[in-house]
């Protein structure tokens, strides 16, 4: 422990070095880590008793503010497996974030379930990083997870970090003790960081090094030898379909509608903790898995609710944390429960028709399912099996007006049942959401469909001299209009119908702003006129006109 009052007089001198931001020059990068896929890096998880500052560590690594942290002595605050791509010097690492462990637990309790399926990711990931809180000293519970961690990962060699250690930094010699008194775990001697400010990251950087590079060299030689052993076929990599893009899929409804159920019945594996109890999902769990070759990013949110003053803490910041993930996300999947429709007697609670009309309003896909409809089938209850298939549909459409044909699945995540169903109901959905149209095929559209409308006042008819699409994700298009009549809210509704009948777009947001022309350009002069791709280009980068559009939404 002799080295620890030279670490000492380093960390004084290069405090800010110890951030993810600084390392040392000198390092030979072996391998690029930014040129491996995500699904390839090795597993890192962090492990320890509850609040020693997992979830702070975590966050520090990923270099963003994504698991919540909440001082919580009597309550644990992550319940969930989080999973984030970590950023260390070079090295770049799958990172998870795992629940406190208490491996006296109640059978049954919350803290032994998660126990139990901490252990199972465990087996999966290649190494472990056993976090203690320097600050407290050794606990009896950092006993119990060392003891915990021997039994169930003995294939896997432990880094000990000691957190909380900036308060340690100090001439009486305070943190070479503290560490002597960790080294009794049987682990070695721990590294000193602090997660909130960053010190001591170089040496865990230092640690981890070797483990990691060791691990991807034995992947690359094996893929190596697998590359010669087929260089023989005549085979070349496929173009990039970028009509399989990844695609952000976040699961929300209200709490204990069956929201992580599907999720783990989305991923075929039980990834997130799931129990009766309301509100056991508190962190926005992200991870990724592949459907028929496209890959899909899933969000597992907390139970949307409405933030009122009473609700402080890790539910507070639950929260907060569902609405971003709603705000990120390309396609929102909104989870109702089928028992408590029959039993309300509607089809949307509150909650829900905010989180339904806040996703057509910030332009998201939506898609609506129906869960636990195995509660629902028997002869007592077949009546109100169909009725509620019938009925789902007409209400969510007279709820969201803006949006005609979202599509709704009736499933049984607990069963398993329309996994095949949902996904495909996404990815159309999706790949609507995404559409583009030619300027051409939008004009000749334009002068059939204007034949077709019906106009009470044929000298009052709007003339609208281009149509033109702007941007996807949601479909936004711009009518040129001339004259002095301007598109009415009628008109606009007329345009956006069409649009979605003629070229199947229900189901999805469209927005349609129109932009006036001035005489000089609509005379059909060639020196004044401009042709529409140019208008096109110049509607997207000219942000001073932009106060001249006026918007709809549908």
Known sequence: MSNYNLFLFWCTRH???????????????????????????????????????????????????????????????????????AKLGHLRFRVLDSAGLEAEATSGSILHRTASFTANVLSNSHSLLFLTDGRAGLHPLDQEVGKWLRRNAPQIKPILVMNKSESLFDVDHSLASAAN??????????????????????????????????????????????QENSCGDGTSSPEVDESKLPLQLAIVGRPNVGKSTLVNTLLQEERVLVGPEAGLTRDAIRTQFEFQGRTIYLVDTAGWLQRTKLEKGASSLSIMQSRKSLLRAHIIALVLDADEIVNAKRSMKHAEV????????????????????????????????????????????????????????????????????????????????????????????????????????????????????????????????????????????????????????????????????????????????????????????DKRDRGNLVESKA
């Open 181 to 226: 008194e960790m080294s009794r775990l049987g682990f070695g001697d721990p590294i000193p960081i602090s997660a909130e400010t960053g010190l001591g990251m170089h040496d865990l950087f230092l640690s981890l090094k070797p483990v990691i590079e060791d691990y991807m060299l034995r992947v690359l030689n094996d893929e190596s030898a697998a």
């Open 354 to 541: 905010v989180i339904a009309r806040r996703a057509v309003e910030e332009g998201r896909g939506l898609v609506v399912i129906v869960n636990k409809m195995d509660l629902l089938r028997g002869k007592n209850k077949s009546s109100s099996y169909e009725q509620i298939m019938e009925a789902v549909q007409q209400e969510i459409q007279t709820i969201i007006p803006q949006v005609t044909g979202i599509p709704v699945v009736f499933i049984s995540a607990l069963e398993g049942r329309g996994r095949t169903t949902v996904l495909h109901q996404v990815i159309d959905t999706y790949e609507k959401w995404c559409t583009r149209l030619s300027t051409a095929r939008l004009n000749r559209w334009l002068h059939k469909v204007m034949s077709r409308h019906s106009w009470k006042d044929q000298a009052a008819q709007p003339k609208i001299k281009y149509f033109t699409q702007v941007k996807a994700r949601p479909p936004t298009f711009v009518a040129f209009v001339s004259g002095k009549t301007k598109l009415s809210d009628t008109d606009i509704r007329f345009l956006t119908k069409s649009l979605k009948d003629d070229f199947d777009l229900g189901g999805i947001p469209i927005r349609i702003m129109q932009r006036a022309i001035a005489k000089k350009d609509a005379g059909g002069s060639s020196k004044s006129s401009h042709p529409i791709g140019r208008v096109t280009e110049r509607i997207k980068s």
């Open 15 to 85: 405090t800010r070095s110890f951030s993810n931001r600084g390392f040392c020059t000198n390092t030979i990068n072996k391998i690029d880590f930014t040129n491996i896929e995500i699904s390839r890096l090795p597993t890192v998880i962090i492990l320890g008793r509850p609040n020693v500052g997992k979830s702070a560590l975590f966050n520090r690594l990923i270099r963003r503010r994504e698991a919540l942290v909440y001082n919580t002595p009597d309550d644990h605050v992550t319940r969930d497996i989080r999973e984030g791509v």
